[in-house]
């Protein structure tokens, strides 16, 4: 048992510690990267939140929704940890004070926890700090895990590998406008939620949500879907309309996915995916270190410079590496 | 210096020696790698070609075109060597008979030396195996390496970390479908050809030549860019019109990067580029031996059963393969 003094407090839920913690998964310092990989290893087990991946382009009104959403279910009991993963927001220095501001109302929310992106020097990270993230957010007793992301690719496969079911959000729009979602995000999605499935838009709203149900049937069915999912419906995160539909639809796929052995089948998988992800991150972690970097580096003058052949290169780099 | 039989009919430009090399870098047996190896450390420096990238999708009759371009080229008295780099046909078990026939003029042609996508196993490596292909066939004389590549995505990007410079084959096509041509590949691009630029299409691809050189004219020049580069140019295969053209400014090109000091620096680059690569690919091989897999599998097992968390178990791993 690791005596660090977040322990405790993470697994009685204080959101502070759970902020604190993250903040360590995040760190690059070796004392804090000790220190984390003793916390993680620590916490205890058997505590599964619902881990709900939502992906949206900006404009669909992303937080808008996850403001009505989350609030719905805080004010249901349930206890609501909001993770952004937004590379774009990475690159250009983390979006603290917009994840904060666009959920004015959820983030004063004692039964909610909202962690904006990591910052900039994270970036190559993202994945392992959400990962490590969502695990601290489930010991501190969170019951709904939202991983947010924008709808910009390699994010979508990411927060779908650790996901237990996938969300995609959508505007209402034109039947052409349809090729415009990823095919690869449509084979994530579990649930095509429309948005703004009110006032003028509302019954542009209910078609898109017919044409999308149509696109969805045209795809085969996946061995963790149960009859009549994917499913795309129409909500209005203004209104609130269809949003108790919508967490009913979430509730009913993974109570399915528990009872037929789907949900700790995926979990097993996801967790074998990332502990291979990390064995393959920490081996190249050793190039990091300085004096590999000028080994490196000179070596790669030879090579430039024509006295050695990349591959005979690289074999005498990593016998020198196996030696260190 | 290495005593394979190979070495010496490789430098003097046995094609049947050069095929014999290909296959040997290509292979994944320990002892042919060991000897692919000690063969490419032996090979003399400073023989080079020019090293031309060329992409277009199917149906703009690029196989039309590496006939006639490289046929022109063998009549000139220069060596081609034409690798081909596509993915598809990797992953569907190779084109060996389909690269032959598509090219059979060429491809009987003793100037030329035509070189098929190696076969499915050797997907991931194919970039390794395209990079040491082109270096062999620098070590037997050839004057031009044509690195001929299908236009989806990542592999452009790769040849062009291998290419002197990049040519974009494209056929004409109204200004609407310009868009098509992803942004990524037009900034690689050193030249633009409109292919058929004959009979019925030749007004058309003269529109798309300009509506092109339109479209390069808004994009910020390159540092290793002389004055009018990237340039757009109307070319026809079966004609050869344009043909001649397109050879002068890819010697002139050339010829500037060299004299700028372009070529060199580039080159460098380029080495240092695929010096770490493959380190790094060497690196991650470690966890290919039958018993590293053994052990990442049980490990897996653990973390996926919750008894390990991700992170610790990966340092433990790590640690047994520097022991190892």
């Given at each position: 048992m690791s005596d660090d003094p977040l322990l405790v407090p993470l697994c009685d839920g204080d959101r502070r510690a759970l902020a604190r913690a993250i903040?360590?998964?995040?760190?690059?310092?070796?004392?804090?990267?000790?220190?984390?990989a003793a916390l993680l290893d620590a916490l205890p087990t058997g505590r599964e939140a619902l881990r709900i991946g939502l992906s949206g382009t900006p404009g669909v009104g992303k937080s808008t929704f996850i403001e009505a959403f989350g609030t719905m279910l805080t004010e249901a009991g349930c206890r609501v940890a909001v993770l952004a993963v937004d590379p774009s927001s990475a690159r250009t220095g983390g979006s603290i004070l917009g994840d904060k501001t666009r959920m004015e109302r959820l983030s004063r929310d004692p039964g909610a926890f909202i962690r904006p992106s990591p910052a900039a020097r994270h970036l190559g990270g993202v994945a392992r700090r959400t990962r490590e993230a969502v695990t601290l957010c489930e010991a501190a007793g969170f019951d709904v895990v939202l991983i947010e992301t924008v709808g910009v690719g390699q994010s979508e496969t990411m927060v779908a590998q650790l996901a237990d079911l996938f969300v995609l959000l959508l505007a209402p729009a034109g039947g052409d406008e349809l090729q415009g979602v990823k095919r690869g995000i449509m084979e994530i999605a579990d649930l095509i939620l429309v948005n703004k499935a009110d006032g003028d838009l509302a019954a542009t709203a209910t078609r898109t949500v017919a044409d999308y149900a149509g696109a969805l049937r045209l795809m085969r069915r996946r061995p963790a879907d149960p009859e009549g999912f994917p499913k795309?419906?129409?909500?209005?995160?203004?209104?609130?309309?269809g949003l108790a539909s919508a967490w009913d639809e979430m509730q009913a796929l993974a109570e399915w996915r528990r009872r037929e052995g789907h949900w700790d089948a995926t979990r097993a998988a996801q967790a074998a995916h990332w502990f291979d992800a990390e064995v393959r991150a920490a081996l190249l972690a050793q190039l990091d270190a300085p004096e590999t970097r000028a080994r490196m580096a000179a070596m790669a003058r030879d090579v430039a410079e024509g006295r050695r052949a990349a591959r005979a290169a690289a074999e005498e780099m990593l016998e020198s590496l196996r030696g260190a």
């Amino acid at each position: 048992m690791s005596d660090d003094p977040l322990l405790v407090p993470l697994c009685d839920g204080d959101r502070r510690a759970l902020a604190r913690a993250i903040t360590l998964v995040e760190s690059t310092r070796p004392e804090h990267r000790d220190r984390a990989a003793a916390l993680l290893d620590a916490l205890p087990t058997g505590r599964e939140a619902l881990r709900i991946g939502l992906s949206g382009t900006p404009g669909v009104g992303k937080s808008t929704f996850i403001e009505a959403f989350g609030t719905m279910l805080t004010e249901a009991g349930c206890r609501v940890a909001v993770l952004a993963v937004d590379p774009s927001s990475a690159r250009t220095g983390g979006s603290i004070l917009g994840d904060k501001t666009r959920m004015e109302r959820l983030s004063r929310d004692p039964g909610a926890f909202i962690r904006p992106s990591p910052a900039a020097r994270h970036l190559g990270g993202v994945a392992r700090r959400t990962r490590e993230a969502v695990t601290l957010c489930e010991a501190a007793g969170f019951d709904v895990v939202l991983i947010e992301t924008v709808g910009v690719g390699q994010s979508e496969t990411m927060v779908a590998q650790l996901a237990d079911l996938f969300v995609l959000l959508l505007a209402p729009a034109g039947g052409d406008e349809l090729q415009g979602v990823k095919r690869g995000i449509m084979e994530i999605a579990d649930l095509i939620l429309v948005n703004k499935a009110d006032g003028d838009l509302a019954a542009t709203a209910t078609r898109t949500v017919a044409d999308y149900a149509g696109a969805l049937r045209l795809m085969r069915r996946r061995p963790a879907d149960p009859e009549g999912f994917p499913k795309a419906m129409a909500v209005s995160a203004v209104t609130g309309a269809g949003l108790a539909s919508a967490w009913d639809e979430m509730q009913a796929l993974a109570e399915w996915r528990r009872r037929e052995g789907h949900w700790d089948a995926t979990r097993a998988a996801q967790a074998a995916h990332w502990f291979d992800a990390e064995v393959r991150a920490a081996l190249l972690a050793q190039l990091d270190a300085p004096e590999t970097r000028a080994r490196m580096a000179a070596m790669a003058r030879d090579v430039a410079e024509g006295r050695r052949a990349a591959r005979a290169a690289a074999e005498e780099m990593l016998e020198s590496l196996r030696g260190a």
